[in-house]
């Protein structure tokens, strides 16, 4: 197995320009989160969905930010417009269904966001 | 609201020697995971427990339901240890996690 795959591994791009991240989760995965990861507040949740469903995007930090899922093997998290504070790690994880508490989480190698 | 602590910070140790992490959380999470991330970034998963103990190699997480208490423990530690370690919590039926600061592990040759 792949694992899950992320891509582009590293983004620079100018404020104002919109941004979008993609995954690919495990095949088999029912759950996807998107986190992102910073020096300051460390990881956070933005949102996760369930059979392509968004069950949670409390995390989003504003409307520039959105996620999709429009089908179990891919994911996009998009930003429009980007600001430098949105410069962070983004990370997707997948994990099975058969209980969440019962199922690792698999990581992506992360999108590296550099807005300037 | 669910709240995760882990110490210490940083933590260096000699080639060998027994490595405990510690992770503590509030009333509320039910379930501890505990996450490797490498120099490089990328996060591996390495135990999910929610009671008792679990061992993969030289690595052994417990947790304490009672003192709401996890630990992350290193035997015969070797350089390829050093990386972050993560813990973080979460509730049944809810697959929101709730991270730790995480305690940046440097193992000396």
């Known amino acids: 197995d792949a694992g899950v795959i992320q891509s582009p591994r590293h983004e620079v791009t100018e404020m104002g320009q919109e941004v979008t991240l993609r995954c690919k989760p495990i095949s088999g995965h029912d759950y996807l989160f998107w986190y992102r990861q910073t020096m300051m507040r460390g990881l956070e949740l933005l949102i996760y969905f369930n059979n392509n469903v968004p069950i949670d995007d409390s995390g989003m930090p504003e409307d520039r930010f959105s996620a999709k899922m429009p089908n179990a093997s891919f994911s996009t998290l998009k930003i429009q417009p980007s600001e430098p504070r949105d410069s962070a790690v983004y990370f997707c994880?997948?994990?099975?269904?058969?209980?969440?508490?019962?199922?690792?989480?698999?990581f992506g190698n992360g999108t590296r966001l550099t807005v300037t | 609201k669910n709240e995760v602590e882990q110490s210490p910070q940083n933590l260096t140790a000699q080639e060998g020697e027994f490595i405990t992490i510690n992770c503590s959380y509030s009333?509320?999470?039910?379930?501890l995971h505990w996450l490797q991330q490498h120099p490089g970034g990328g996060i591996v998963s390495l135990f999910m427990l929610s009671s008792g103990k679990k061992k993969h190699g030289r690595l052994i997480a417990t947790i304490n339901i009672q003192e709401k208490h996890s630990s992350l423990h290193i035997t015969a530690s070797h350089p390829r240890d050093s990386a972050v370690y993560i813990c973080a919590g979460s509730n049944f039926g809810n697959e929101k996690l709730t991270f730790g600061t995480g305690t940046r592990l440097t193992i000396i040759p």
């Open positions: 994880a997948s994990s099975r269904t058969t209980g969440f508490y019962n199922s690792p989480l698999h």
């Open positions: 009333v509320g999470i039910s379930a």
